[in-house]
């Protein structure tokens, strides 16, 4: 019973003295990996991960060499800089475009979304979806939809409304499945 109490003091004066660390210091620790990092989420699992080593090793911060300030942004300067070095050190699997460049997509993203525009297409009324066809697949203006398909184009025009709100409500039902 001697040794539990024993440890259950040690883990309440550890916890307590994690806490004092980090009133104490943790305003300057994260302010010092967010400039280091320039990403506060990133700062703060630093903070976390170096207030636990603090934790793990209570006798760094008392032996007398520095100050306690002093270790933790050197802990927290090391925990960034490993950061860094398995970033580099894991092999990119797509290349990173720069912001603003629209990234290319593949010929497979290309197959999965006419698979999913034929399939939704498909679920429409037949003069909902020859309408879309001549239009949106064929490229075809009103008047020539019109034309091509005999009727008058204020038909084609509320054929075109009503199913592309069919096709937006059978993405939705797909959504609805696949999520």
């Known amino acids: 019973m001697a040794g539990f109490r024993a440890r259950h003091r040690r883990a309440v004066a550890d916890e307590a003295l994690v806490r004092a ?29 170096a207030l636990v080593r603090a934790w793990r090793s209570p ?19 090391n925990l960034v800089i490993d950061r860094f070095r398995a970033k580099e050190a894991r092999p990119q699997e797509v290349a990173e475009s720069p912001a ?3 990234v290319e997509r593949d010929h497979a993203d290309q197959v999965v979304d006419s698979m999913v525009v034929l399939a939704a297409l498909d679920g429409l009324s ?23 398909l005999g009727i008058p184009p204020g ?3 509320s054929r075109s409304y009503y199913g592309l709100r069919a096709l937006r409500e059978e993405f939705r039902r797909a959504e609805g499945v696949a999520g």
């Open 21 to 49: 660390l980090f009133e104490e210091h943790g305003r300057a620790m994260l302010a010092y990996a967010t400039r280091l990092l320039g990403d506060r989420a990133a700062a703060e699992d630093v903070v976390q991960e």
């Open 59 to 77: 006798d760094s911060l008392v032996n007398g060499r520095g100050s306690v300030r002093g270790w933790l942004l050197t802990v927290v300067r």
């Open 100 to 102: 603003g460049v629209p």
């Open 126 to 148: 037949p003069e909902h979806r020859e309408v879309l066809e001549q239009m949106y697949l064929q490229g075809r203006s009103v008047a020539e939809a019109a034309e091509r």
């Open 155 to 157: 038909t084609v025009k």
